[in-house]
């Protein structure tokens, strides 16, 4: 069996224990390697009729096993452990085993979670006690330098190319986890950009209205001697209003916003004008009202005509020149905005935007400001499919 074959085999298994508590697993796994030992001995004596089991030899043989228990938490004393029971049992006249088991993983462990220095300290010091060992024995032929030196070497070679690859594990769940964590403060900064956005343009919508209570009760006061102190008093305080919320877009605004004129925030009525620059960039677009036409207000306004203007951008950045349809639904309580596309080349080069926004998180934004419902994917038949239902009354 190729070495690489012997690695991926090797990483299956560890992996599917790796689940398992590991004191448990290590200790199924010591009481297999001293059953595994004793087994050989006993195979050993009874095929070469040899010197017996004795107690001696079932001792050092848990010595060599045992161990294994804490092989995780310290791998070089437990290596070392596993090794004087196997130099011990190879010194005594007693039947060897028709492998070391308990050796071999104990050096698997030192080089899969032990440094590299340590490792090679403990490979050294394995090779002088198993030479100490073999030549000790008083029997040993050249074979049996090879067998007892090779699977150490094996057992070695495994290991370390198990804590490389559980190093580059371990390196691929940081980057992952880096990545997630990067991706998702890059979402709620977008959501608290889209927020701040939507804040600013619904404070023109509020400015504009408190600004008409300043006149209304200016006018008032003109019109109504008797009643001049009251409108002076509304009017007073819808002006300290609109100072709050000039002091509050400085804030939402940024130095470059913060200098630019507050332009009138679009509505419904509008969309026809977006509709045409959407066509004149090559977008075939069509646009259906279906049910009676009514008053909105300011909020559900703006947020269905920047529901519009953010789902056809899209559609212009990703769908190249697909047909679209505008559909506009009055209903009893809600208006609902639909844009579907019947695809095209996404890949393709898109046409120029007429519109700027932070797509999808921008009309999920806005449906959510007034309680609405979004649903946005695939068709059945191909293309794309956005509807936002907004409550007219919110």
Known sequence: MAAGTVHSVVGRVVDAFRRRPPLLVDGL???AVFAVLVTGAVITRANDEGPPLRALGVVLLAV???PLIWRRRWPVPVSALTGAGAAGYGMAELPDPLLHVGLLVGLFTVAAHASRRATVAVAVAAAGVGLVAVAGAGDSGPDDYFVGFLPGVV???LGDRQRTRAAYLAEVEQRAARRQREQEAEAARAVAEERA????????VVAHHVSMIVVQAEAGAATTPGSADTFEAIGATGRR??????????VLRDDEEG???????????RLHQLL???RAAGLPLDLRVEGEPRDLSDGVDVSAYRIVQEALTNVVKHAGASPTTVVLRYGPEALEVEVSNEGGDPGGPPAPSPASGRGLVG???????????LRAGGRPDGGYELVARLPIDP
């Open 155 to 157: 057992a070695l070679v």
């Open 241 to 250: 209003a609109l100072g709050e919320l000039r002091r509050l877009l400085g």
């Open 29 to 31: 796994l010591a009481a």
């Open 363 to 373: 009309v999920r934004e806005r449906v959510a400001m007034v309680h609405g419902h």
């Open 64 to 66: 060599e096993a045992v």
């Open 197 to 204: 956005r939507i804040a600013r343009e619904m404070h023109d």
């Open 259 to 269: 200098s630019a004129a507050v332009a009138p925030q679009p509505g419904v009525a």
């Open 276 to 278: 045409a620059e959407v």
